[in-house]
C-alpha cells in the first residue's frame, strides 16, 4: 500500500455533472467512474482522497452504488476504506461521504 496519498479533483479530472447509473444511459456514469478511475487505484493499492468541492450537480443515489457500492462489494469494506478517502473539511464534502457510504455498507449488506 503506497503512503502516497493522490488528491484527486472530481469535477476537473471527471466531470462537474456526475451521471447515471450505467453508460448505456448516458454520460459520466458511475460504471464509467468506477472502470475508468477507482479501478487503476484499487489495482495499484493507492489512496486516492476525493475532493467534490466543484461539483455543480449532485450525486444521484445510482451514480454512488454503482461507483462506490460495486468496488467496495468486489474489493471489500477494508480494503474501501484503505484506499478511499474524501477531502471532508467542507460541507459539501461531508454530505458526499455520508451518502457514498450509506451506498457503500447497503451494498456491502445486500452481498451476505
Same mark, same amino acid.
Given at each position: 500500500?503506497?503512503?502516497?496519498?493522490?488528491?484527486?479533483?472530481?469535477?476537473?479530472?471527471?466531470?462537474?455533472?456526475?451521471?447515471?447509473? +450505467?453508460?448505456? $444511459?448516458?454520460?459520466?456514469? !458511475?460504471? #464509467?467512474?468506477?472502470?475508468?478511475?477507482? &479501478?487503476?487505484?484499487? /489495482?495499484?493499492?493507492?489512496?486516492?482522497?476525493?475532493?467534490?468541492?466543484?461539483?455543480?450537480?449532485?450525486?444521484?443515489?445510482?451514480?454512488?452504488?454503482?461507483? +462506490?457500492?460495486? $468496488?467496495?462489494?468486489?474489493? !471489500?469494506? #477494508?480494503?474501501?476504506?484503505?484506499?478511499? &478517502?474524501?477531502?471532508? /473539511?467542507?460541507?459539501?464534502?461531508?454530505?458526499?461521504?455520508?451518502?457514498?457510504?450509506?451506498?457503500?455498507?447497503?451494498?456491502?449488506?445486500?452481498?451476505?
Amino acid at each position: 500500500m503506497s503512503n502516497i496519498i493522490e488528491k484527486y479533483n472530481f469535477a476537473e479530472k471527471f466531470t462537474p455533472y456526475p451521471g447515471p447509473r +450505467f453508460k448505456e $444511459i448516458g454520460e459520466f456514469s !458511475g460504471e #464509467e467512474f468506477r472502470e475508468t478511475v477507482l &479501478k487503476q487505484y484499487f /489495482d495499484k493499492n493507492m489512496p486516492i482522497e476525493l475532493n467534490v468541492d466543484d461539483v455543480l450537480l449532485s450525486f444521484g443515489p445510482s451514480f454512488l452504488s454503482e461507483a +462506490f457500492g460495486q $468496488i467496495a462489494a468486489l474489493y !471489500g469494506i #477494508e480494503k474501501f476504506q484503505k484506499i478511499i &478517502k474524501v477531502k471532508n /473539511d467542507t460541507e459539501k464534502g461531508k454530505i458526499f461521504e455520508k451518502k457514498m457510504m450509506e451506498y457503500v455498507l447497503h451494498e456491502i449488506e445486500g452481498k451476505k
